[in-house]
T-cell receptor, first 113, second 112 residues
Framework: KQEVTQIPAALSVPEGENLVLNCSFTDSAIYNLQWFRQDPGKGLTSLLLIQSSQREQTSGRLNASLDKSSGRSTLYIAASQPGDSATYLCAVRPDTGRRALTFGSGTRLQVQP | DGGITQSPKYLFRKEGQNVTLSCEQNLNHDAMYWYRQDPGQGLRLIYYSQIVNDFQKGDIAEGYSVSREKKESFPLTVTSAQKNPTAFYLC???????????FGNGTRLTVT
């Protein structure tokens, strides 16, 4: 059974810092991996989707990398801003069988002004 | 404006009552999903549907039921058999496996 782990559970940084969020998964047979953002009391917003054949994806100040063989992904946020404060979740989709996403429990990020 | 609408935002029920959560999408997506989120935890899959009139159980389907009579609608019923129904419920949809998952803003259900 796929397990997705995100470390750290919470992170507080001063504004302007570059930071890295980590995601690891136990089964490398994945179809793709997605990173989401969740604001308090809201639904999830998709940030980046990386196909299993890709190494990274970029969107603005966000860069997500994928090392499928080692079961790891990172989300890099450049020049963090207070508006980046939210919970970030990663999720993996298996490449066989039931193709529903399995989610990590998230990293809660606080960017201090 | 395309998106997923979940209603109501907050729902309060007495123990022993069934309750139905609404999920409507106008994105023309085939696949729809229901997830449950508890504090400090990731999302857990309740039910999903790849196509109209077809749905499958997720990891925690006991005490829940769904229907998919229309492409745009995927209501979730929380029955009295669900032992711990108080949670945040999220509905999602997607074009397919290569596409991002889109979420509604959730329904917070409190059962007392």
């Amino acid at each position: 059974k796929q397990e997705v782990t995100q470390i750290p559970a919470a992170l507080s940084v001063p504004e302007g810092e570059n930071l890295v969020l980590n995601c690891s998964f136990t089964d490398s047979a994945i179809y793709n991996l997605q990173w989401f953002r969740q604001d308090p009391g809201k639904g999830l917003t998709s940030l980046l989707l990386i196909q299993s054949s890709q190494r990274e994806q970029t969107s603005g100040r966000l860069n997500a990398s994928l090392d499928k063989s080692s079961g790891r992904s990172t989300l890099y946020i450049a020049a963090s801003q207070p508006g980046d404060s939210a919970t970030y979740l990663c999720a993996v989709r298996p490449d066989t069988g039931r193709r529903a996403l399995t989610f990590g429990s998230g990293t809660r990020l606080q960017v201090q002004p | 404006d395309g998106g997923i609408t979940q209603s109501p935002k907050y729902l309060f029920r007495k123990e022993g009552q069934n309750v139905t959560l609404s999920c409507e999408q106008n994105l023309n997506h085939d696949a729809m999903y229901w997830y449950r989120q508890d504090p400090g935890q990731g999302l857990r899959l309740i039910y999903y549907s790849q196509i109209v009139n077809d749905f499958q159980k997720g990891d925690i389907a006991e005490g829940y039921s769904v229907s998919r009579e229309k492409k745009e609608s995927f209501p979730l019923t929380v029955t009295s058999a669900q032992k711990n129904p108080t949670a945040f419920y999220l509905c999602a949809s997607t074009w397919g496996y290569n596409s991002p998952l889109h979420f509604g803003n959730g329904t917070r259900l409190t059962v007392t």
